[in-house]
Every structure is written in C-alpha cells, then in structure tokens.
C-alpha cells in the first residue's frame, strides 16, 4: 500500500474530525451497549446454571403457615390441638416418595467460643438482669465462668484447643444432608444418625472454617479429636470437611440436630413441649420435584392439618426469577444491537459517501498504478482503524455500564471473559458495516472513476 | 510499441449499445509524438483510456512491445499503468493533501521505490521542470502552470515509456500552455513516447504525427513530418 496514497485518506479524515469523532462515539455506544447487554444475558444464564446445580434447588421445603400476625405473638405459646406441628420423625414420609432421594432437618445455629476475650467482655458487662451472673452451661464441667487461670489450666489440657475466634455459624442438620450436598470428610469422619441425640456436641467444621479456628492450615488438621470450648459445653470435632466450593458450606460448622426437649418454666405453666421444624426433601432428578411435592403434600395431610402446611419448591422460585432476568437481558440486548445496528449502518453510510467524494481520486490513483486491492485495503484501513478505535472506547464503556445492569438484577459475580466477548462481538459486527463501503467503493473500473464528477 | 489492432468499445446504456470506438488499428512506435484531434463525443478519451489500459476493449486485440495486454488481471494492469505509461491530466489531478513532492513520490510508491529514493528522484523530477523552490507546496498555493508542471513530473516519475495527456493546456493561459508544451517536447526529444489529446490545431501541427478521431473511428492518421497524409475514410 502506498505510504502518500495513506498520507491523502489520513489528512482527509484529520480534515473532518467533527464527523470522525462522532462516528468514533456512535460506534463506541453501539459496542459498549451491546458488549454490556450481552455480559449481562450470559452471566445471568451461567449463574442461573450454577445456582440451579445446587443442592438446594433439588430439595421441597415443608414447614408451617406463618403470618405476619405471628409477629405479635407471645414467644412462649400454649400448645393447642389446632396447632400444627412438624418435627423430626416426620421425614419418615420420605420413605412413602420413591422420587425423594434425601429427607433432612436443616437449621440454623452458631458457637460461641469461651476464650479470653470473651470473657473479659463479660466480665466488663457485670450481672445480667436481677442481679444473676451467667452461670449457665450445657454440659459443660465444671460449669460457670472461667477465671483466667482456670482458662489457662483448660489450653494446657492436650484434648482441649482454645481458640480466637469468638464465634461460628453452621447448622444443625441430620446425616442424610451431607449425602445430599454430596460433602465429604477430608479428616476425620461425618457423624451418624445414631449420635444425633448423643449427649456430647460433636462437630464436622467446614475447610474454612477449620483453619479459621486453628489458625493456619496444617493446624486445621489437628483439630479432629479436640474439644473446643464454648458457652454451650464442649464441643468435639469429629471431622472437617473437603472443600465444597460453596463459600457458606467452607466457612461454618455442622452439628448433629437434636430435637429440642420440652421447656417448664420455674412454677409457670407448662410450655413449648414441641419444637417445629423445617423438613427438606430432596429429589434426584429435577424434573420430578412436582410429582415429589405432590407425593409428600398428600402424605402429611393425613397426619396434618393441610391448610397450615406450606409445601414450596425453592427450584420454581429460582427459575422464576431466572427467566425474569433472561427476559430483562435478552430485551437490552435486542436494544443495544439495534443501536449498535443503526451505529454501523451510519458509519457504513459515511464511509460509502466518503469513498463517492474521493472517487475521482481513486481513478488517479488507479492511473498511477493502484491495483483494486490496494484501493480496498486504503479504504478500508479507515473503516477497521474506526471501527477498533470505537470498539475498545465501547469497551471501556461496557464496563461501568455491565456492572450498574448486573447490580440492578442482583447478579453477585461478573465475568470480565463475557463482556470481552461481547466487545469482539460487536466489533466483529461493526467491522463488515466498515468494510463494505471499502469493496464497493474499490471495485469500480479506473476508467470510470475517472469520468466521477 | 504500441499495436492496436480493430480495438473496439461498446457500452451499454439502459438496454442501448453505444459504440464508443470502433475497429481502430494504429501502431505506435517509440520516441513518436502524436496528437489525438477530433470533436468532443468522437471518442478521443475512449481511446486514450483503453491506451492507458483504464479500460477494456469490447473486442479487438491491444499488444504492448508485441505482448497481447487486451485482458489482464487487474493486479497485472496496475503494474503496467504504473512502470509503462505517465498520465497527465486536463485539469492536473494533483492531490490537494499532498505537497509538489509527495504528489510526484506517489506513483513511485507503487512500484515499491524506496522512500529515500523516492524523495532524490521527486526532487530532481521537480527540479527539472523548474519547481525546486516549490516542493514543499501544497497545489492549492500554486498557479494551474506549475500544478500543470508537478503533474508532469508527476507522469515522469516512474521513468515510462509513454505519456498521454489529456489536454494538458486545455485549463492554462496561452503562456503557460506553451511552457507545458515545451517542457513535453523536451521529454520526448529524449526519447518519451508522447500520446496527447488536443483541440488546439496549432499544438496539433507541433506533433510529428496526428490522428483524427470521428464517431469513434480513426478518420484520418497524419504524419506532419513526412508530409503523407492517409486518409482513412473518405
């Protein structure tokens, strides 16, 4: 190509840099628009996939009727025949449900860990309420408040591990849900069903967890076997868990469920005898949760009141709210290509004209020994040196504009792989509208750009 | 040199076929200068077009130092239009972008002449035409006598064997016109084959040789040197 012929379209575009600039700036917003909209679409599909992996959208969640009047209600409430309430023993349903793989309690708790600092926390608080200093623990000999000393004979101990960390949140779940999240002890092992109701708290931590507890990883390991000390009693650490890649899971701890036992209140009336709780049933295969929930609806309500048994199925509130932001991405993206549409039919239309004002240049040029080649390639150097130029200001663009849509939708992570993606794209599209002017304009016989007014 | 041999051109206007020229034979030897006369519409640019292979022939034979040229690639046409031929223009063609010496380094960049090159023989090219104090100047801030000069240096650049001009006084002043005429007949006192397309009969007379072009045949072929007229049609 021809270093002055370069020099002629380069000074001819310096020449309208007003018309070059907003070209430069449509292409930039077409790119950007598009690169965001498609980031936003893909990223809503792969989270949507992951979420959806997850064991939690293969379970069927049987619990209560809640209602906000609930809210008022007296925290202790007389047991009554009306009420109705689901415990443990009531995933023995699941048997009955040949689609239901795994029944299971799930419930949140926590440890709170007795440590030095803890302690002088309570101690600087004083005696609660009436005067009484907390004294109560579970299982926990010998009970009471530790003094520092006390403390200090308790870390000696080669069996107890005292830790920083002031306190955990995990759950407290029965053996089928580890099967049901597939987890699996790296150390040490999982609890059974039959030390549910054991009268020691046994533990399974998460990887995390572990090495938040013990401080660094090789520590971790050695914590299976110990007791860990905390307001409830002992805890003992029975296994730590592989990691699962699920950051909640990795960062708590696991507690056999024990159902709670009746409460008598000192010289009142009698009162909760019975916990209720959550039951989770999960099914195999996705697409028989319907038929599962079914199962299980009709197999309580011959034991429960119906109209107070709510069956949901978190897995259609996920694919609801999935094909929501589908719908909202594939919407902004059919509007960003439209503009990235209208954008490049604009540059193809200016380039086109500019290449109609330099045609008698181009027949000089093929005079003087441009072959159609060296023509197009002259064109369209204008047309790739735009459309890049707009593509990577588009780029820059797309960013901001990918992360405010991905917030507004409640999309947690982002992959900058997609919106780069969506900028080559876009580019790509831009690039043919560039181009096409270029080959028209170059395949024109020298004789008649010549007689070109 | 140059052999045509019943070179015709047919265009095709809306579903109507226009004969542009039709069947001319001529020969054209190395180092003549001929002068291409005739009305406006008898198809004089047709042929200096299809000689400067800017176009193709409907039908006929085109040799080039004996070598059938009527249909090449257009790759292979370029490359011919670039070492073989030197173009001038009417109304000069120069482009406004570029000063005197990038206009006149321009086809030489075409045949892949370094820039260093490029530059020593644009300057000398200049130089010889009597620009060298006007290099550096865009056309727009020179007189249509020295654009007219650039482009000569300009069709001169890649040393061709041929020069058609297309008028090449036609938009100067008598001075001027006889500047330009000079400076051509300079050149093809040395040797440059000069093909050139006038309406000015006494710029006619100066050429050794003169063909006049009516409705798009060869009407009469003229060697004002020798004295021998050949009257083609009568």
Same mark, same amino acid.
């Given at each position: ?9 380069? =000074? =001819? ?31 809503? !599909? ?16 049987? *619990?209560? !009727? ?22 443990? *023993? ?17 419930? #949140? ?6 440590? !030095? ?88 931590? #998460? ?94 309500? !011959? ?86 130029? #707009? ?21 947690? *992570?982002? *992959? ?38 | ?18 004969? %542009? ?35 193709? %022939? ?24 670039? @070492?073989?031929?030197g ?13 005197a010496l990038?206009n006149v380094m ?9 820039? @260093?090159?490029? @530059?020593?023989r644009a300057a000398a090219l200049l130089d010889e035409v009597g620009l060298?104090?006007?290099m ?12 007219q000069r650039v482009a000569i240096a300009r069709a001169l650049s ?17 001075? @001027? ?6 400076i ?41 040197? %020798? %004295? ?7």
């Amino acid at each position: 190509m021809s270093s002055e012929a370069n020099k002629v379209l380069w =000074r =001819r575009f310096g020449a309208r840099m007003l018309e070059s600039g907003l070209l430069l700036l449509a292409v930039a917003l077409g790119v950007g628009a598009t690169a965001a909209g498609f980031s936003l679409l893909a990223n809503t !599909q792969k989270m949507g996939a992951q979420m959806l992996a997850s064991p939690a959208y293969r379970e069927i969640v049987v *619990s209560t !009727q809640t209602k906000s009047d609930d809210m008022q209600a007296p925290v202790v409430v007389k047991p009554s025949k009306d009420n109705v309430v689901l415990t443990a *023993s009531d995933l023995g349903v699941a048997a009955s449900v040949p689609s239901v793989k795994y029944a299971y309690v799930a419930s #949140g708790t926590e440890l709170r860990f007795m440590n !030095q600092k803890a302690i002088a926390q309570m101690a600087s608080m004083g005696p609660g309420p009436g005067g009484v200093t907390i004294t109560t623990v579970k299982r926990f000999s010998p009970p009471g408040m530790l003094t520092a000393d006390e403390l200090a004979k308790k870390q000696a101990e080669a069996d107890v591990f005292l830790t920083d960390v002031d306190q955990l949140r995990g759950t407290a779940v029965t053996p089928q849900y580890f099967d049901a999240w597939r987890l699996k002890a790296a150390v040490g092992s999982l609890f059974a069903a039959s030390e549910g109701q054991s009268d020691s708290t046994l533990v399974v931590l #998460g990887s995390n967890a572990a090495i938040q507890i013990a401080g660094t990883k090789t520590d971790a390991k050695t914590l299976v076997g110990k007791k860990l000390l905390t307001w409830q009693g002992y805890a003992t650490v029975v296994g730590i868990l592989a990691p699962s890649g699920t950051e909640t899971i990795d960062n708590s701890f696991f507690t056999p469920y024990q159902t709670p036992g009746g409460f008598q209140g000192e010289g009142g009336p009698p009162g909760r005898l019975s916990f209720n709780v959550q039951l989770r049933f999960a099914v195999a295969n996705p697409a028989q949760l319907e038929s599962a929930a079914a199962g299980l609806t009709q197999l309580l309500s !011959q034991t429960h009141a119906t109209d107070q048994l709510v069956v949901s199925n978190p897995r259609a509130e996920a694919q609801k709210l999935i094909d929501r932001n589908t719908g909202i991405g594939v919407l902004i993206l059919f509007l960003a290509l439209a503009a990235l549409f209208i954008a490049s039919v604009n540059v193809s239309h200016i380039l086109m004209s500019r290449g109609l004002r330099m045609r008698k240049g181009v027949g000089i040029l093929m005079a003087l020994g441009a072959s159609r080649r060296s023509i197009l390639v002259l064109f369209a150097s204008e047309g790739v040196v735009l459309s890049t130029a #707009g593509s990577v200001l588009g780029a820059l663009l797309a960013w901001p504009l990918s992360q405010t849509m991905e917030s507004a939708l409640g999309l947690t *992570s982002s *992959s900058l792989w997609f919106l780069l993606a969506g900028v080559a794209g876009a580019w790509v599209l831009n690039l043919v509208f560039s181009i096409l002017p270029a080959v028209q304009n170059s395949n024109i016989p020298p004789a008649d750009a010549m007689r070109a007014a | 040199m140059i052999t045509l041999n019943k070179l015709t051109k047919e265009y095709d206007l809306v579903g109507t076929k226009v004969i %542009a020229l039709k069947e001319v034979s001529l020969t054209i030897d190395r180092g003549e200068y001929v002068a291409v006369m005739g009305p406006s519409g008898s198809g004089k640019s047709t042929l200096m077009h299809l000689l400067g292979i800017l176009d193709t %022939a409907t039908s006929g034979q085109y040799l080039l130092e004996d070598y059938d040229i009527t249909s090449l690639p257009d790759r292979e046409q370029a490359r011919i239009r670039n @070492k073989h031929f030197g173009f001038i223009f009417q109304s000069f063609q120069l482009f406004s972008e570029l000063s005197a010496l990038e206009n006149v380094m321009l086809p030489m960049s075409y045949a892949n002449v370094p820039l @260093k090159q490029r @530059k020593e023989r644009a300057a000398a090219l200049l130089d010889e035409v009597g620009l060298t104090d006007r290099m550096h100047h865009l056309p727009t801030m020179m007189s249509g006598g020295e654009q007219q000069r650039v482009a000569i240096a300009r069709a001169l650049s890649n040393d061709p064997d041929v020069i058609l001009a297309d008028e090449p006084t036609g938009n100067l002043p008598s001075d @001027k016109g006889e500047e330009i005429m000079t400076i051509l007949e300079g050149f093809n006192a040395r040797g440059v084959t000069i093909v050139m397309v006038t309406h000015n009969p006494d710029q006619g007379r100066r050429a050794r040789r003169r063909l006049f072009i009516k409705d798009g045949e060869l009407w009469r072929d003229e060697n004002t040197m %020798a %004295a021998t007229q050949v009257a083609l049609h009568v």
